[in-house]
């Protein structure tokens, strides 16, 4: 509260994408989330077309990044319904919002890995892992752990062009036009590190 008195805040520079994010800024709004049941991938997939219908542009790609519930096995019964599911979805999606030969909606799913330590089948890391793997695909086009038999739609080569990267929480909105204020913001010459 004090530090918040003393020091006001202020507006960064931004260049003008209102008409659109350029091809040289496209942005990504990651999702990184579990796949718990048919519910729940109904509720991601709403609010991730919430946020794209918010915040259309070519160049805004929306990603949700998933793993499964830990588990004793390695493969349960449920997760191959679940994941059919979650790609119908998404090609829905893509179908009902995409332009021709594009992807607007990517789903990337990864296996469970064993841990040791907790001596389950689980999700490499969970939420930063599969924060490390989406980055990793995106500057080195390694698509592993996402296409090791699991499940990844969408063309990940368009996800190579990705500049920016806008990360949500499964329940955090997304307002509308602030994701092109936000790769406007990451795009001036003055708030670049």
């Known amino acids: 509260w004090f530090a918040s008195l003393c020091v006001p805040p202020r507006a960064l520079p931004r260049l003008d994408f209102s008409k659109g994010i350029p091809d040289a800024h496209r942005t990504a709004v990651i999702v990184p989330a579990m796949l718990s049941s ?17 915040n259309r542009s070519p160049n805004l790609l929306m990603v949700l990044l998933t793993d499964l519930p830990d588990t004793l096995q390695e493969q349960m019964p449920e997760d191959k319904p679940l994941l059919e599911h979650a790609l119908a979805r998404i ?18 799913h990864r296996p ?21 793997h989406f980055n990793r695909l995106v500057l ?5 752990p996402f296409a ?31 994701a ?14």
């Open 38 to 54: 048919a519910a729940t991938v109904d509720k991601l997939l709403e609010n991730l077309e919430l946020r794209y219908l918010g």
């Open 112 to 132: 469970r890995m064993w841990n040791p330590r907790q001596r389950r089948w689980m999700g490499h890391e969970r939420k930063r892992g599969k924060i490390e």
């Open 140 to 144: 080195t086009g390694a698509t592993e």
């Open 91 to 108: 090609r829905e999606l893509n179908v009902q919002y995409a332009s021709p030969g594009q992807t607007a909606f990517f789903l990337l």
């Open 180 to 193: 092109w204020k936000m790769a406007a913001a990451m795009a001036h010459p003055l708030n670049r590190p």
């Open 148 to 178: 090791q038999g699991t499940l990844a739609e969408g063309d990940l080569a368009q996800l190579r062009s990705v500049r920016y990267g806008i990360v949500l929480d499964a329940d955090t909105q997304l307002p509308p036009q602030a």
